[in-house]
């Protein structure tokens, strides 16, 4: 069955960088889209940026300039280094995967998801 599984999340200081990794399995199972979203204390869950299988990509506004996707499709693996970090890019940040179909303006509607990662807590103090 098909797992998405993140890593990378951490501690850091104001203006530190951390770099999430998602890996999904099996090697079988090719997402079209593949995005990360987050979720604060207290707030809801956003989204944070998405890459499609043909390489459109899309940035929420608050992170545009610091953060930066990446995937491998041939690995099934999607990134997310974080730069200049702030107190509230504080979340558990999760990654999603879209099996088929058009994303690219309704990238940040979580229900358009058909797998969800289990998260990786990232604190910016």
């Known amino acids: 069955h098909v797992q998405l599984v993140e890593s990378g999340g951490g501690v850091e200081h104001l203006g530190g960088s951390l770099r999430l990794t998602c890996e999904a399995t099996?090697?079988?199972?090719?997402?079209?889209?593949m995005a990360w979203f987050r979720q604060a204390p207290g707030k809801e869950r956003e989204g944070v940026a998405v890459?499609?299988?043909?390489?459109?990509?899309v940035y929420a506004d608050g992170v545009k300039g610091r953060f930066t996707i990446s995937r491998d499709n041939a690995k099934n693996t999607l990134w997310l280094q974080m730069n200049n970090l702030k107190p509230e890019d504080t979340g558990i940040y999760y990654c999603?995967?879209?099996?088929?179909?058009?994303?690219?303006?309704?990238?940040?509607?979580?229900?358009?998801?058909?797998?969800w990662g289990q998260g990786t807590q990232v604190t910016v103090s």
């Open positions: 890459a499609d299988e043909d390489g459109a990509i």
């Open positions: 999603a995967a879209r099996s088929r179909g058009y994303c690219y303006d309704v990238w940040d509607r979580g229900s358009i998801y058909d797998y």
């Open positions: 099996p090697n079988s199972f090719r997402p079209y889209c």
